[in-house]
């Protein structure tokens, strides 16, 4: 029985129907899934609504000096526990494991503890699906035993790492938004302070604006306004939104927020020069992109285009030659 599970589910024609019903159904599914999606913003928009509470808890719980009432409580018990019994937290987390889940998004105290929760399990399934692959339904069984262990190993190796490539592209993603939006939200925001309007409005201001364009930088101005509200430290709610974008551009024009506020210094020139420094940034990044595309192209053509060309113009000619001899 195990024998004909193992022959069936390893028949390359049954392998490669699937892998074409996976290319079909991928094919429509990218192109239908545009036309059926709702954009998230009031969802966004209220999951950050939720910051200004946690802010002030977080703040009631550090001033009370005996109180044990922290935002612990609203996590995932189970997995904090697993978290906790382990050891997780001083064995994978770091200073950089905590801004890169900000600055992908995950700002909670139980994204890290599910992140954590990941990174510690998924090595062991990765290990059992690689030796039920490998071993048991006798894959690459033409390869040395030491090079099977080296392939299992490898995929292991595959499943610790896979949680931060996913934070990573994650990441990347969040932040390229940010960046192409980021110099007409300073547009906005120079036009808010030139023209007497507080930070705190300006953000949110430009939030409204800026929402449709780029859902991940209004949700980080809208945090950013929260913290400045409830905060002991205008200087922290800055620095926090610097941590948590991880691009220079931004962190740029917080230090420069944080010099006003602390010399009273006129904001208005600084951020005209930052709006000015990051759309040339941003020129600059599209001028490198469209002077890589051709070598990029090369191999394409080479492959896909010259081939066909070559059977256009010569293909009359070999099927003449064929006819007369």
């Known amino acids: 029985m195990t024998a004909d599970l193992a022959?069936?589910?390893?028949?390359?024609?049954?392998?490669?129907?699937?892998?074409?019903?996976?290319?079909?159904?991928?094919?429509?599914?990218?192109?239908?899934?545009?036309?059926?999606?709702?954009?998230d913003l009031n969802k966004r928009m209220k999951a950050v609504s939720t910051e200004r509470d946690q802010i002030r808890a977080r703040e009631r719980a550090k001033m009370n000096e005996g109180g044990k009432v922290t935002l612990r409580a609203q996590n995932n018990r189970s997995v904090r526990q697993i978290v906790e019994k382990f050891n997780l937290r001083e064995a994978l987390v770091d200073t950089g494991t905590l801004n890169r889940l900000r600055a992908a998004g995950f700002r909670s105290e139980n994204a890290l503890n599910v992140f954590l929760l990941a990174r510690f399990l998924l090595p062991f399934l990765f290990l059992t699906a690689a030796i039920t692959w490998v071993f048991v339904l006798g894959h690459l069984v033409e390869r040395p035993f030491a090079l099977r262990v080296l392939a299992v190993i490898g995929f292991a190796y595959l499943g610790f790492y896979s949680p931060i490539i996913f934070i990573?592209?994650?990441?990347?993603?969040?932040?390229?938004?940010?960046?192409?939006?980021?110099?007409?939200?300073?547009?906005?925001?120079?036009?808010?302070?030139?023209?007497?309007?507080?930070?705190?409005?300006?953000?949110?201001?430009?939030?409204?604006?800026?929402?449709?364009?780029?859902?991940?930088?209004?949700?980080?101005?809208?945090?950013?306004?929260?913290?400045?509200?409830?905060?002991?430290?205008?200087?922290?709610?800055?620095?926090?939104?610097?941590?948590?974008?991880?691009?220079?551009?931004?962190?740029?024009?917080?230090?420069?927020?944080?010099?006003?506020?602390?010399?009273?210094?006129?904001?208005?020139?600084?951020?005209?020069?930052?709006?000015?420094?990051?759309?040339?940034?941003?020129?600059?990044?599209?001028?490198?992109?469209?002077?890589?595309?051709?070598?990029?192209?090369?191999?394409?053509?080479?492959?896909?285009?010259?081939?066909?060309?070559?059977?256009?113009?010569?293909?009359?000619?070999?099927?003449?030659?064929?006819?007369?001899?």
Do not use: H
């Open 168 to 325: 990573s592209n994650r990441m990347g993603k969040r932040q390229k938004s940010i960046k192409r939006a980021w110099p007409d939200a300073l547009d906005l925001m120079l036009i808010c302070v030139e023209s007497g309007i507080s930070i705190e409005a300006g953000l949110r201001r430009v939030a409204e604006e800026m929402a449709s364009a780029s859902p991940e930088l209004a949700e980080e101005m809208v945090l950013t306004t929260a913290e400045l509200s409830f905060l002991q430290d205008r200087r922290s709610a800055f620095d926090n939104l610097a941590n948590r974008t991880q691009l220079s551009q931004v962190k740029a024009v917080t230090q420069a927020l944080i010099q006003a506020e602390r010399y009273g210094t006129p904001i208005g020139q600084a951020l005209r020069v930052l709006a000015q420094e990051s759309r040339d940034e941003r020129m600059n990044d599209a001028e490198k992109k469209a002077a890589a595309l051709p070598p990029k192209l090369t191999v394409p053509m080479i492959l896909f285009f010259l081939p066909v060309l070559i059977a256009v113009i010569l293909g009359p000619a070999g099927i003449q030659v064929a006819d007369r001899f």
């Open 7 to 39: 022959r069936q589910l390893t028949n390359p024609g049954l392998i490669l129907a699937v892998l074409v019903a996976i290319a079909v159904f991928a094919t429509f599914y990218t192109i239908a899934v545009p036309y059926f999606e709702r954009g």
